[in-house]
Protein backbone atom coordinates (compact mmCIF):
# COMPACT_ATOMS: atom_id res chain seq x y z
CA UNK A 1 0.00 0.00 0.00
CA UNK A 2 1.30 3.28 -0.12
CA UNK A 3 0.45 6.87 1.07
CA UNK A 4 -1.99 7.53 -2.06
CA UNK A 5 -4.22 5.00 -1.51
CA UNK A 6 -4.63 5.79 2.07
CA UNK A 7 -5.28 8.87 1.95
CA UNK A 8 -8.05 7.95 -0.73
CA UNK A 9 -9.84 5.34 1.17
CA UNK A 10 -9.74 8.03 3.93
CA UNK A 11 -11.79 10.50 1.21
CA UNK A 12 -14.18 7.89 0.49
CA UNK A 13 -14.97 7.10 4.40
CA UNK A 14 -15.36 11.06 4.70
CA UNK A 15 -17.41 11.92 1.40
CA UNK A 16 -19.10 8.31 2.28
CA UNK A 17 -19.42 7.66 -1.36
CA UNK A 18 -16.75 6.61 -3.99
CA UNK A 19 -18.23 8.89 -6.84
CA UNK A 20 -17.89 11.95 -4.27
CA UNK A 21 -14.43 10.87 -3.41
CA UNK A 22 -13.70 10.52 -7.09
CA UNK A 23 -14.64 14.03 -7.61
CA UNK A 24 -12.99 15.24 -4.68
CA UNK A 25 -9.56 14.20 -6.22
CA UNK A 26 -10.34 14.59 -10.13
CA UNK A 27 -10.13 11.18 -10.44
CA UNK A 28 -12.62 8.69 -12.38
CA UNK A 29 -14.75 6.51 -10.58
CA UNK A 30 -13.23 3.02 -11.76
CA UNK A 31 -9.23 4.61 -10.74
CA UNK A 32 -10.50 4.76 -7.27
CA UNK A 33 -12.76 1.49 -7.23
CA UNK A 34 -9.12 -0.29 -8.33
CA UNK A 35 -7.04 1.31 -5.76
CA UNK A 36 -9.20 -0.10 -3.15
CA UNK A 37 -9.95 -3.29 -4.81
CA UNK A 38 -5.95 -3.64 -4.79
CA UNK A 39 -5.57 -2.39 -1.03
CA UNK A 40 -8.03 -5.26 -0.21
CA UNK A 41 -6.42 -8.03 -1.70
CA UNK A 42 -2.81 -6.59 -0.19
CA UNK A 43 -4.58 -6.88 2.85
CA UNK A 44 -6.50 -9.99 2.36
CA UNK A 45 -9.29 -8.77 3.61
CA UNK A 46 -12.69 -6.65 3.13
CA UNK A 47 -12.96 -3.11 4.19
CA UNK A 48 -16.10 -1.94 2.65
CA UNK A 49 -19.55 -3.30 2.46
CA UNK A 50 -20.81 -2.72 -0.99
CA UNK A 51 -24.05 -1.50 -1.14
CA UNK A 52 -26.66 1.41 -2.08
CA UNK A 53 -24.85 3.29 0.60
CA UNK A 54 -21.14 2.10 1.59
CA UNK A 55 -20.57 1.38 5.24
CA UNK A 56 -17.15 0.01 6.82
CA UNK A 57 -16.61 -3.51 7.71
CA UNK A 58 -15.51 -4.01 10.96
CA UNK A 59 -11.76 -4.03 10.11
CA UNK A 60 -12.25 -1.41 7.49
CA UNK A 61 -13.06 0.53 10.51
CA UNK A 62 -10.07 -0.33 12.78
CA UNK A 63 -8.33 -0.05 9.30
CA UNK A 64 -9.61 3.49 8.69
CA UNK A 65 -8.76 4.63 12.44
CA UNK A 66 -5.43 2.68 12.89
CA UNK A 67 -4.53 4.66 8.78
CA UNK A 68 -5.38 8.07 10.53
CA UNK A 69 -2.30 8.15 12.21
CA UNK A 70 0.05 6.38 9.72
CA UNK A 71 -1.02 8.90 7.11
CA UNK A 72 -0.61 11.77 9.56
CA UNK A 73 3.27 10.44 10.24
CA UNK A 74 3.79 9.67 6.43
CA UNK A 75 2.60 13.31 5.89
CA UNK A 76 5.12 15.13 8.60
CA UNK A 77 7.96 12.76 7.11
CA UNK A 78 7.35 13.73 3.43
CA UNK A 79 7.39 17.52 4.74
CA UNK A 80 10.29 17.27 6.83
CA UNK A 81 12.37 15.33 4.15
CA UNK A 82 11.14 18.28 1.67
CA UNK A 83 12.34 20.78 4.43
CA UNK A 84 15.75 19.12 4.91
CA UNK A 85 16.33 18.90 1.07
CA UNK A 86 15.20 22.94 0.34
CA UNK A 87 17.49 23.68 3.30
CA UNK A 88 14.81 25.17 5.25
CA UNK A 89 15.70 22.78 7.87
CA UNK A 90 19.04 20.73 9.64
CA UNK A 91 21.91 20.30 12.12
CA UNK A 92 24.34 23.04 11.37
CA UNK A 93 27.68 22.33 13.80
CA UNK A 94 29.15 25.80 13.69
CA UNK A 95 32.73 26.65 15.40
CA UNK A 96 33.53 29.93 16.02
CA UNK A 97 36.66 31.88 17.90
CA UNK A 98 36.50 34.92 20.23
CA UNK A 99 35.40 37.73 20.22
CA UNK A 100 33.13 37.18 17.40
CA UNK A 101 31.89 34.01 18.68
CA UNK A 102 29.97 36.09 22.06
CA UNK A 103 30.11 39.88 20.62
CA UNK A 104 28.74 39.90 17.02
CA UNK A 105 27.48 36.06 16.25
CA UNK A 106 24.33 36.37 18.85
CA UNK A 107 22.65 39.00 17.18
CA UNK A 108 23.13 37.31 13.76
CA UNK A 109 22.52 33.73 14.86
CA UNK A 110 18.89 35.28 16.47
CA UNK A 111 17.98 36.77 12.88
CA UNK A 112 18.94 33.85 11.18
CA UNK A 113 16.66 31.61 13.52
CA UNK A 114 13.77 33.73 13.91
CA UNK A 115 13.83 33.22 9.66
CA UNK A 116 14.78 29.45 9.70
CA UNK A 117 12.80 27.69 13.05
CA UNK A 118 13.45 24.46 12.09
CA UNK A 119 17.18 24.53 11.71
CA UNK A 120 18.93 23.68 14.76
CA UNK A 121 22.61 25.11 15.00
CA UNK A 122 25.81 24.22 17.63
CA UNK A 123 28.16 26.99 18.60
CA UNK A 124 31.65 25.36 19.52
CA UNK A 125 34.22 27.86 20.70
CA UNK A 126 37.67 27.41 19.95
CA UNK A 127 41.04 28.92 18.33
CA UNK A 128 41.61 28.98 14.76
CA UNK A 129 44.50 25.45 14.90
CA UNK A 130 41.69 23.71 16.78
CA UNK A 131 38.78 24.65 14.41
CA UNK A 132 40.72 23.45 11.69
CA UNK A 133 41.01 19.70 12.99
CA UNK A 134 37.70 19.26 13.97
CA UNK A 135 36.54 20.64 9.86
CA UNK A 136 39.18 18.58 8.23
CA UNK A 137 37.67 15.16 10.69
CA UNK A 138 33.98 16.24 9.85
CA UNK A 139 33.11 17.50 13.47
CA UNK A 140 31.64 21.26 12.64
CA UNK A 141 29.96 22.14 9.26
CA UNK A 142 32.10 25.67 9.12
CA UNK A 143 34.03 28.02 11.14
CA UNK A 144 34.17 31.61 11.40
CA UNK A 145 37.86 32.27 12.73
CA UNK A 146 41.20 34.15 11.94
CA UNK A 147 42.70 33.04 8.57
CA UNK A 148 44.35 29.99 8.48
CA UNK A 149 47.21 28.29 6.96
CA UNK A 150 45.24 26.69 4.17
CA UNK A 151 45.26 23.44 2.56
CA UNK A 152 44.03 22.28 -0.47
CA UNK A 153 41.12 21.13 1.92
CA UNK A 154 40.00 24.17 2.90
CA UNK A 155 38.58 27.15 1.80
CA UNK A 156 38.54 30.43 3.31
CA UNK A 157 36.56 33.76 2.61
CA UNK A 158 37.24 36.49 4.49
CA UNK A 159 34.98 39.21 5.70
CA UNK A 160 36.05 41.97 7.75
CA UNK A 161 39.17 42.58 10.11
CA UNK A 162 38.65 42.86 14.08
CA UNK A 163 40.30 46.11 14.82
CA UNK A 164 42.91 46.05 18.54
CA UNK A 165 42.93 48.51 20.58
CA UNK A 166 44.86 48.35 23.76
CA UNK A 167 43.70 48.55 27.39
CA UNK A 168 45.14 50.24 30.39
CA UNK A 169 43.89 51.65 33.53
CA UNK A 170 43.74 55.26 33.69
CA UNK A 171 46.32 55.98 35.71
CA UNK A 172 49.38 54.00 33.43
CA UNK A 173 52.06 55.68 32.27
CA UNK A 174 51.25 55.37 28.48
CA UNK A 175 47.64 56.76 29.45
CA UNK A 176 48.52 60.41 28.54
CA UNK A 177 49.34 58.74 24.51
CA UNK A 178 47.01 59.15 22.10
CA UNK A 179 48.52 56.28 20.05
CA UNK A 180 51.23 54.15 20.68
CA UNK A 181 54.00 52.29 18.80
CA UNK A 182 55.32 49.10 19.76
CA UNK A 183 58.08 50.84 20.73
CA UNK A 184 56.47 51.98 23.71
CA UNK A 185 55.58 48.81 25.14
CA UNK A 186 59.25 48.50 26.24
CA UNK A 187 59.78 48.15 29.99
CA UNK A 188 55.74 48.00 30.40
CA UNK A 189 54.16 44.41 31.31
CA UNK A 190 52.14 43.41 28.26
CA UNK A 191 49.32 40.65 28.85
CA UNK A 192 49.32 38.08 25.88
CA UNK A 193 46.89 35.67 24.93
CA UNK A 194 48.65 31.78 24.73
CA UNK A 195 51.11 30.35 22.24
CA UNK A 196 48.54 28.63 19.82
CA UNK A 197 46.76 32.32 19.49
CA UNK A 198 46.56 33.36 16.11
CA UNK A 199 46.84 37.34 17.80
CA UNK A 200 49.68 36.18 19.86
CA UNK A 201 51.75 34.90 16.71
CA UNK A 202 50.76 38.10 14.63
CA UNK A 203 52.03 40.36 17.68
CA UNK A 204 55.42 38.50 17.76
CA UNK A 205 55.56 39.07 13.70
CA UNK A 206 54.48 42.70 14.24
CA UNK A 207 57.25 43.09 17.24
CA UNK A 208 60.02 41.37 15.34
CA UNK A 209 59.63 43.48 12.54
CA UNK A 210 59.71 46.62 14.89
CA UNK A 211 63.37 45.79 15.65
CA UNK A 212 62.94 42.80 17.68
CA UNK A 213 61.40 45.11 21.25
CA UNK A 214 62.40 42.97 24.33
CA UNK A 215 58.80 42.72 26.51
CA UNK A 216 57.81 41.98 29.84
CA UNK A 217 55.49 39.41 28.85
CA UNK A 218 52.61 37.35 30.89
CA UNK A 219 50.59 34.80 29.55
CA UNK A 220 46.93 34.65 29.74
CA UNK A 221 44.75 31.91 28.33
CA UNK A 222 41.41 33.49 27.45
CA UNK A 223 40.71 36.87 24.76
CA UNK A 224 37.66 37.76 26.93
CA UNK A 225 39.86 37.23 30.30
CA UNK A 226 42.30 39.92 29.56
CA UNK A 227 40.41 43.24 30.71
CA UNK A 228 39.81 41.60 33.75
CA UNK A 229 43.82 41.06 34.59
CA UNK A 230 44.17 44.77 32.93
CA UNK A 231 41.57 45.28 35.72
CA UNK A 232 43.53 43.97 38.48
CA UNK A 233 46.31 45.75 37.32
CA UNK A 234 48.83 43.27 36.19
CA UNK A 235 49.89 44.74 33.04
CA UNK A 236 48.58 46.52 29.72
CA UNK A 237 47.30 44.35 26.66
CA UNK A 238 45.75 44.41 23.28
CA UNK A 239 42.26 43.51 22.95
CA UNK A 240 39.94 43.25 20.32
CA UNK A 241 38.09 46.97 20.10
CA UNK A 242 34.46 45.51 20.02
CA UNK A 243 34.89 43.84 23.69
CA UNK A 244 35.44 47.62 24.90
CA UNK A 245 32.36 48.64 24.88
CA UNK A 246 31.18 49.30 27.51
CA UNK A 247 34.98 50.25 28.60
CA UNK A 248 35.59 48.86 32.08
CA UNK A 249 35.27 51.62 35.20
CA UNK A 250 38.52 53.08 35.84
CA UNK A 251 40.45 51.28 32.12
CA UNK A 252 41.49 53.79 28.83
CA UNK A 253 41.79 52.53 25.67
CA UNK A 254 44.36 53.74 23.02
CA UNK A 255 44.75 53.66 19.64
CA UNK A 256 47.83 51.67 18.15
CA UNK A 257 49.85 52.96 14.87
CA UNK A 258 49.14 51.39 11.88
CA UNK A 259 47.91 47.71 11.66
CA UNK A 260 49.86 46.21 14.38
CA UNK A 261 47.33 43.20 14.99
CA UNK A 262 44.34 44.07 13.24
CA UNK A 263 43.70 40.66 12.46
CA UNK A 264 41.28 39.20 8.97
CA UNK A 265 38.28 37.53 9.84
CA UNK A 266 36.48 35.07 8.00
CA UNK A 267 34.25 31.93 7.10
CA UNK A 268 36.02 28.51 6.93
CA UNK A 269 34.78 25.52 5.35
CA UNK A 270 35.98 22.59 3.63
CA UNK A 271 36.82 22.68 -0.46
CA UNK A 272 34.04 25.68 -1.10
CA UNK A 273 31.00 27.00 -0.31
CA UNK A 274 28.99 24.82 -2.70
CA UNK A 275 30.31 22.04 -0.99
CA UNK A 276 28.26 23.03 2.28
CA UNK A 277 24.60 21.07 2.50
CA UNK A 278 21.62 23.20 1.64
CA UNK A 279 20.99 24.45 5.80
CA UNK A 280 24.47 25.11 5.84
CA UNK A 281 24.66 26.69 2.62
CA UNK A 282 22.00 29.47 4.12
CA UNK A 283 23.89 29.95 7.16
CA UNK A 284 27.10 30.07 5.33
CA UNK A 285 25.42 33.03 2.85
CA UNK A 286 23.57 34.68 5.64
CA UNK A 287 26.71 35.17 7.81
CA UNK A 288 28.44 36.41 4.66
CA UNK A 289 26.04 38.89 3.96
CA UNK A 290 25.48 40.38 7.97
CA UNK A 291 29.62 40.76 8.28
CA UNK A 292 30.83 41.46 5.39
CA UNK A 293 28.32 44.35 5.19
CA UNK A 294 28.97 46.40 8.35
CA UNK A 295 33.02 45.16 8.39
CA UNK A 296 35.44 46.43 6.08
CA UNK A 297 39.17 44.48 4.76
Given amino acids: MDL ?19 EEMNYAQSTVTMQIQKLEADLGIQLFERGKKIRL ?10 S ?29 TEPTGSYRLPVILKQFLDQYPKIRVSVEFANTPVLIERLLHGEISMALCTSPDLSSDLYYEP ?78 ALVPAIMMDPL ?27 SLKAAELKLYQFLVQQLQGKHSI
Fill in 68 to 96: LHIVKSMEQLQGDMSELQQGNAGQIRLGV
Fill in 248 to 274: PAGMVIREIAGSLIHMTFGMLCRTSGS
Fill in 57 to 66: TQAGRLFHEQ
Fill in 159 to 236: LFQEEFVVLMPKDHPLAHKEILSPGDFRGHRLLITSAVCPYRRKLEVVMRESGGVPLDTMEIGSMTALKYYVESGLGI
Fill in 4 to 22: KTLKTFQIIVNQGSFIRAA
